[in-house]
């Protein structure tokens, strides 16, 4: 295996008295698609939040390229190519599907109109369409707000926004949770073709089969700490279901 | 737009842009623009003589044109899903500023003969009083995470206090000729009032930075979104306090307006000015909770109170029905905006 690309060692996080983190490890190579499994409130939200600059862990350390990072914000992270989809549907409802997929990252005019501040709405929405069916997101219309649109369709924008900016690694809490069939295939795929392009790719799941189809490595969450690793190809849904209950336990995962 | 013409063919799943009649149809604004031109029309039809004479068009458009002043800035507060109570007493209260440093700048304390330096002065310490208030109500409501309907309940009164602390209680009527002459009742290109203009120029300024630039973008991702808006890295604590101090700003300018036009500081008129400015921009389709909005409907809310005032004296009804006429629209605006949110989150 190359060496990774982000790494997290023993992260510790608390909320009040609530230990949501209790000295989580983890890491991801360029180029892979690692799934992130766990119980409900095994702390893999927490994770990915700290992970991509949302929330600070209490201590443990984050590495990018090798490098030791202080992921101090949303923004910090970005900057370092680093895109999140959360878990909580983020984007703005009443904004148009460019609007939202250019989000704090909007195209000017040229000139003195764009040294005003006057956006260039045309090029954002050329490149909008250029992107959304790069990425096989299918809209009926690129003009309604995207609160208007099925939570699928949202949810596509929100998986768009995050991976057309990464350039090393793309986290992505549940995006499928919300989706049918169809959607979730289209998701999957985008996943396989941004790995596909060198990036990350973090994936948190519950649906195992899907899991198992489009992840390089699984790596698994129990009470705050990693508890097993598996390659994909390797492993079977007993396995990981056994290591998500405790059932089975790895020695050296932690 | 127009930039579909340019555009290469698209494929099949590329989404066409919706034409123009469909995104009308479809936008509150629109509805409110044909209320408005139905009552225009109910009340020519009634007495066709009175309702386009000059003077009436002329007086309803300086009668209202310190109200859209105010409320261009209310429509980006309210787009943010923030509300500013305070606007009228900011605007009483930079009136007072304003006149009371003209005055004291001024031989013998009386502005009256005062020339443009003297005005421009006055100006400019209109605009800084209102924006003082803004700036606070913006950090109150952005930094100390104070609901903004407590703190420009605050300020309303706050700032309507310190004005009458300033002049002990009673209006300063010592405004300089030259000013409520030229701004306050002169006209220009023969027939249009200058106050018009300046309030035209506003909320033309206004429909741009909303419309189409990035300030107006995140002032519609804030009030759609704000975790959304902070997550994508936009600086939300001070946008908001940008969009208060804003609204502080065209606030004091209307306090200068309504100077020059009253040649006095109206202590006690404008304590329903925040109501009637909130009335305009709901009626014209912005959203109380956030994220949608436009100065074109403000523009079109903001007159149909003023066209029903007027539109009652002419056809000869009581004009203790128009608050009750436009209590019934404002209603039925908000009821609108509310079914359509709901059938929009039940998908
Ligand atoms: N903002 C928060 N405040 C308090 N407790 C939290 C917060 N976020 C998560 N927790 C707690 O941390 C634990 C891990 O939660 P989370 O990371 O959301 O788990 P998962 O995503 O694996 O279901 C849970 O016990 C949860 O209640
Ligand atoms: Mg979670």
């Known amino acids: 295996m190359s060496s990774p690309l982000l790494q997290a060692r023993s992260l510790v996080k608390h909320y009040g008295s609530v230990e949501a983190l209790r000295g989580a490890s983890f890491e991801v190579s360029a180029g892979e698609v690692v799934s992130l499994i766990g119980d409900n409130g095994a702390g893999k939200s927490t994770f990915i939040k700290c992970l991509s600059g949302a929330e600070q862990p209490d201590s443990g350390e984050i590495l990018l390229g090798g490098e030791q990072v202080r992921l101090d914000s949303p923004t910090t992270a970005r900057a370092l190519g680093i895109e999140t989809v959360y878990q909580d549907l983020a984007v703005a409802p009443d904004l148009d599907p460019a609007a939202n997929l250019f989000l704090g990252r909007e195209l000017k005019r040229r000139g003195l109109l764009g040294a005003l501040g006057m956006l260039d709405k045309a090029e954002m929405r050329r490149r909008a369409r250029a992107e959304f069916s790069r990425l096989g997101v299918n809209l009926q219309s690129l003009d309604v707000p995207i609160g208007a649109l099925s939570g699928g369709q949202r949810q596509s924008v929100a998986v768009a926004r995050s991976v057309v900016w990464a350039s090393k690694v793309v986290f992505m809490d549940e995006p499928t949770a919300a989706l049918g069939v169809v959607q979730r295939e289209r998701v999957l795929d985008v996943i396989r073709k941004v790995r596909d392009q060198g990036i990350a790719v973090v994936l948190i799941s519950h649906n195992m089969p899907e899991v198992l189809s489009v992840s390089d490595r699984v790596e698994v969450l129990r009470l705050g700490r990693r508890v097993a690793r598996f390659k994909a190809a390797e492993t079977s849904l007993e396995e990981l279901v056994g290591a998500m209950t405790g059932a089975l336990v790895q020695e050296d995962a932690a | 737009m127009t930039s579909t013409v340019a555009e290469k063919p698209t494929e099949d799943d590329t989404p066409r842009r919706r034409p123009l009649r469909l995104r009308l149809a479809s936008a509150n604004t629109l509805w409110i623009s044909l209320v408005l031109l139905a009552l225009i029309a109910v009340f020519a039809a009634i007495n066709p003589g009175a309702v386009l004479t000059l003077f009436n068009l002329q007086t309803t458009l300086i009668e209202t044109s310190v109200l859209l002043v105010l409320a261009v800035g209310m429509t980006f507060v309210i787009i943010t899903s923030g509300i500013d109570l305070s606007v009228g007493s900011v605007l009483v209260f930079s009136g007072i500023t304003s006149a009371l440093v003209m005055n004291a700048m001024s031989p013998g304390g009386d502005s009256t003969g005062a020339g443009w330096g003297v005005i421009t002065v006055g100006l400019l310490v209109a605009l800084v009083s209102g924006a003082a208030w803004g700036l606070l109500n913006g950090i109150l409501v952005a930094k100390a995470k104070i609901p903004p309907l407590i703190v420009t309940l605050g300020s309303f009164g706050a700032a309507l206090g310190a004005g009458e602390l300033l002049t002990g209680g009673s209006d300063v009527r010592t405004v300089p000729d030259a000013l409520a002459t030229t701004l306050g009742s002169g006209t220009s290109f023969g027939v249009v009032p200058n106050l018009v203009i300046l309030a035209a120029v506003v909320t033309a ?141 039940s998908r």
């Open chain 2, 205 to 345: 300024v206004g429909a741009w930075l909303l419309g189409t630039t990035k300030f107006g973008r995140y002032t519609y991702a804030v009030g759609s979104n704000e975790v959304a808006a902070r997550r994508t890295g936009i600086a939300v604590t001070r946008h908001l306090v940008l969009v208060y101090l804003l609204t502080g700003v065209l606030a004091g300018l209307a306090g200068f307006m309504s100077l020059a036009y009253f040649r006095t500081t109206t202590l006690t008129s404008h304590s329903t000015d925040n109501l009637n400015a909130i009335a305009g921009v709901v009626l014209g389709g912005t959203s109380l909770f956030g994220g949608v909005g436009s100065i074109i409907g403000t523009v079109v809310g903001v007159f149909i109170p003023a066209v029903l005032q007027k539109g009652f004296v002419i056809i000869g009804v009581n004009v203790y029905w128009q608050p009750i006429a436009v209590a019934i629209v404002l209603v039925a605006a908000v009821w609108f905006d509310q079914a359509r949110r709901r059938a929009r989150n």
